[in-house]
């Protein structure tokens, strides 16, 4: 299955987060945590890290149509099975945790595709 997105936004920087009904929590499979935007910071560059998850709005995320080409699209490829892989329409690299590490604050990064459970995700409701 592939499925097409646009942008992955983190509803930490969108001021209608709260009311989009198809947010999500993106969790490697390897580690069971949750990608978050570090400190909350919505400005331009944020860095993305795993962190445990709580649900907080910097852990939401939705899919939103990109303004800035195909560097903000993000393909979903796999099956929910293993994960999913989350690949860059721009360069081809997946989204992963750096080293497979299991730790709060691991970097988020694309690297080359490997289908290793550090570049494995699961897209989970968000908690009510």
Request: charged share 20%.
């Amino acid at each position: 299955m592939t499925t097409a997105f646009a942008a992955l936004v983190a509803s930490a920087t969108t001021a209608t987060a709260a009311t989009d009904p198809y947010e999500y929590l993106i969790v490697p499979v390897h580690s069971e945590k949750c990608l978050d935007v570090l400190d909350a910071d919505p400005g331009d560059a944020a860095d993305i890290v795993q962190w445990t998850c709580d649900g907080r709005v910097s852990q939401r995320f939705s899919a939103a149509p990109a303004d800035g080409g195909p560097a903000q699209r993000w393909r979903v490829e796999g099956g929910a099975a293993h994960g999913y892989g989350i690949v860059s329409d721009d360069t081809g690299l997946c989204l992963e945790v750096e080293f497979a590490s299991l730790e709060d604050g691991a970097e988020v990064r694309q690297y080359p595709c490997h289908g290793q459970a550090n570049q494995r995700f699961s897209f989970d409701d968000v908690p009510a």
